[in-house]
């Protein structure tokens, strides 16, 4: 099924990139979408395919083909997942490195919320079906523990403590260089890389974001540190890591392009604390790191 829209660029717009301009038009697209629309040759203007980069003129007409997305079904699958605690109200589980937090095209299964479905009867739906009691994530190859919503009130409640900053979430990552000091704190906005859509960095027009660090330990030419997230912005503790010149190790997006360790990011979502949605109890829930970063620690010392 596909249908069809025409924009006029209008005198505002006009001199912008194709790409920011239609991601600023089309308010129910994703960039992720226009990107992919524009790669597909479903965009054109005046009726001539366009890539990303061309500068639209004022009364440009920019034809958009939509092809209806490919639908999701999610099926639950036994995938052994570590769930240290959980009642009628919210889960947390520790997610393994390298699985992905809720399907999407490419990956369609093996994601925590197959396991997820496979465990539980009851998750909360807010995020529709493809992420089931999905409150926040964490990256494919970060590890640590989740909050899971197992009905839409405590969706609600968790999300608010989220939007406010007030769950307590620390990180342990090990880092390229020697950090001298014991702490620090980076406050710096972080949005989309300006040349690189796909990544995020630190921009003077991004999202206010802050993290806190303190050292663990040093070693030769590497530093433990850990990590006290005040915002949770998209890859914040990678970006900042980078900005201040100490990349985690394992990175293959914003570490060094040659990469050491086997299987991602040295980072681990340690601890998690929250008030409880029904009880209104403060809640904390802490994780070993895993095997592949002790092996990591071992390596180095």
């Known amino acids: 099924m596909m249908k069809q829209q025409t924009i006029k660029v209008n005198k505002e717009d006009a001199g912008n990139r194709l790409d920011k301009t239609l991601s600023k038009l089309l308010v129910d697209v994703s960039r992720s979408q226009v990107s992919m629309y524009i790669e597909s040759g479903n965009i054109k203007v005046n009726n001539q395919i366009s890539k990303a980069s061309y ?23 036994d995938l052994g997942l570590n769930i240290i605690y ?5 889960a947390i589980v520790d997610k393994p490195k390298g699985m992905v937090v809720h399907p999407a095209i490419g990956s369609e299964d093996q994601t925590l919320v197959n396991g997820l479905l496979y465990e539980m009867e ?147 979502a340690k601890t998690i604390g929250f008030i409880h949605p029904n009880t209104n109890e403060y809640m904390e829930f802490n994780s070993e790191l895993p095997e592949s970063f002790n092996k990591m620690l071992n390596e180095i010392e």
């Open 122 to 268: 009851d998750l909360s739906g807010i995020n529709g079906v493809i992420r089931p009691g999905i409150v926040h994530r964490i990256d494919k190859d970060t590890s640590g523990l989740l909050m899971v919503a197992k009905n839409d009130i405590a969706h609600v409640k968790l999300s608010e403590q989220l939007k406010e900053h007030t769950v307590n979430r620390i990180y342990v990552a090990l880092v390229y260089g020697e950090i001298s000091a014991k702490q620090g704190r980076i406050e710096a906005p972080i949005g989309r890389d300006k040349t690189d859509r796909k990544m995020m960095a630190v921009v003077a027009d991004g999202k206010h974001a802050v993290t806190n660090f303190k050292v663990l330990k040093n070693y030769k030419e590497f530093t433990l540190i850990e990590c006290k997230l005040e915002t949770g912005r998209t890859h914040q503790i990678r970006v900042h890591m980078k900005y201040i010149g100490h990349p985690i190790v394992g990175d293959k997006v914003y570490g060094p392009r040659r990469v050491i360790g086997e299987d991602g990011q040295m980072l681990h």
């Open 86 to 90: 959980q009642d009628e109200f919210v």
């Open 55 to 77: 500068s639209v003129k004022e009364n440009d007409l920019i034809t958009i083909e939509e092809v209806a997305p490919k639908e999701l079904s999610v099926e639950a699958q």
